[in-house]
């Protein structure tokens, strides 16, 4: 069973100054320009979200993956769409399915982790985000010291 939550990022200009609804971190990243291997220091603003709704993210609060965090980039890479659709949604929630394995060291089905797929919105495409970014996450609320990368929980 798929559990993910696909997010649609927005450009950081656009809410730059949302990004202290997140607090004091080391560093806020535009959704759309995550890396893999960021740690994000929390998703609390994002309740609604975690709920399984879709919503948009403007900055996400990262922090070095030795300090408290609750997920971690764990893929990043543009969309092989041509054009924005429906479709893109799909792509990022295979796309993170199919990363999730060999970043953790167990499939996604064998996990006990959750992931969140990150994907362009129409707006942050015609702005030209292609981003697709993939997030894992543990239980609500539950933070890490480390990277999840070889984890196999």
Known sequence: MLRPIALGSVLALTLAGCSSLFGTTEEDVAAM?????????HLDDLSGVADGEEGEVGVLP???????????????????????????????????????????????????????????????????????ACLITGDQGETFTATLAGAAE
């Open 33 to 41: 320009q995550l890396a893999t291997g960021q740690c994000i220091e």
């Open 62 to 132: 990262t922090v070095d993956c030795a300090e408290p965090h609750e997920a971690e980039v764990y893929y990043a890479a543009d969309t092989t769409a041509a054009e924005y659709s429906d479709g893109i949604l799909t792509e990022a929630d295979q796309t993170c399915y199919d990363a999730f394995g060999t970043f953790v060291g167990l499939s996604y089905d064998q996990s006990r982790l959750s992931l969140f797929s990150l994907y362009p919105s129409q707006d942050t495409w015609d702005a030209g985000d292609r981003q697709i």
